[in-house]
């Protein structure tokens, strides 16, 4: 089963570790849960170039998917795995918070 995405989670492309939207109210390991559609990172990933490589930029690190039947204020809570508008999260989430 997929692990809860938190604050700090990391793009498979190194950084962009979440930092916004996340959720005001819901936390797994005392750390504030991540929201698809909501969360992002104000940093783009390592791979970001100005002009060859912009789609790594920071806006592009909001989190895309997430669970279809597991939410938090009412959006589906995001997991190690799941999709950001370019790449994925990489984590470390919270290991002992499984999420289907
Ligand atoms: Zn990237």
Not at 5 to 10: A, F, M, Y
């Given at each position: 089963m997929p692990i809860i995405?938190?604050?700090?989670?990391?793009n498979v492309h190194g950084g962009g570790a979440f930092d916004q939207g996340l959720s005001a109210n819901v936390s797994a390991g005392n750390k504030a849960v991540a929201l698809a559609g909501q969360t992002g990172s104000g940093s783009n990933d390592s791979q970001y170039d100005a002009r060859t490589r912009s789609q790594h930029r920071a806006s592009n690190q909001q989190a895309a998917s997430g669970s279809a039947n597991v939410f938090a204020n009412n959006k589906p809570v995001h997991r190690v795995g799941d999709g950001r508008l370019e790449g994925a999260t990489a984590g470390p989430g919270i290991s002992s918070v499984g999420v289907n």
């Open positions: 995405s938190v604050i700090g989670d990391i």
